[in-house]
């Protein structure tokens, strides 16, 4: 069964940093390709970004709104996703999902991680 | 940036009747190599994640009720839940993975009448 478990959510500053973990089972995690969802509270969901596997090349591609901000990564040692959140914003404020990819679309979610920017 | 807009916003249906949600992408989400419509559909519960229930725009993910099914035309994309149930009540939204960002539309938001 996959699941996937994000935690590091939490209340962070305007111009602070926070790191997001997502720890997945259930399937190779190595040949996954894994992305990023934020959804704001009340509203829609907007996507974050995506890294493919090490051996498409491990590349990250980014939402204009975080490019330059956020870095995502993975550690398939320890079968985890990461999200680097720096330069924060209220307009961060979101629950955060990690996803599997499945045929290019966001397959597998995990419960989400509620990231609150405010002074 | 791809612009995913969906029709309704809202919707009421009885139970048993047949409920669609229609969804247009501003321009082609066509992936010529494999001839698939690059759009997913999504079922979101109150205090849930989404759930796949669509990809390829007509690919029903595995474990997902028949009543559900995705139909396209050009542009102009459709999910349809044949037989409303009680559970199917939920916010549904397409997204488009051909072209990054991997847009969203706005939600539409499925009720029983």
């Known amino acids: 069964e996959v699941k996937l478990v994000e935690s590091g959510g939490g209340l962070v500053k305007p111009g602070g940093s926070l790191r997001l973990s997502c720890a997945a089972s259930g399937f190779i995690f190595s040949q996954a390709w894994m992305s990023w969802v934020r959804q704001t509270p009340g509203k829609g969901l907007e996507w974050v970004g995506r890294i493919k596997f090490q051996t498409d090349g491990g590349t990250t591609d980014y939402a204009a709104p975080v490019k330059g901000r956020f870095t995502i990564s993975r550690d398939d040692s320890t079968n985890t996703l990461y999200l680097q959140m720096n330069s924060l914003k209220i307009d961060d404020t979101a629950v955060y999902y990690c996803?599997?990819?499945?045929?290019?679309?966001?397959?597998?979610w995990g419960q989400g991680t509620l990231v609150t920017v405010s002074s | 940036d791809i612009v995913m807009t969906q029709s309704p916003d809202s919707l009421a249906v009885s139970l048993g009747e047949r409920a669609t949600i229609n969804c247009k992408s501003s321009?082609?989400?066509?992936?010529?190599?494999?001839?698939?419509?690059?759009v997913a559909w999504y079922q979101q519960k109150p205090g849930q994640p989404p759930k796949l229930l669509i990809y390829w725009a007509s690919t029903r993910q595995f474990g997902v009720p028949d009543r559900f099914s995705g139909s396209e035309s050009g542009t102009d994309f459709t999910l349809t839940i044949s037989s409303l149930q009680a559970e199917d009540v939920a916010v549904y939204y397409c997204q488009q993975y051909h072209t990054s960002p991997h847009t969203f539309g706005q939600g539409t938001k499925l009720e029983i009448k």
């Open positions: 996803a599997m990819i499945h045929y290019g679309a966001a397959g597998f």
């Open positions: 321009q082609t989400v066509l992936y010529t190599s494999d001839n698939h419509n690059y």
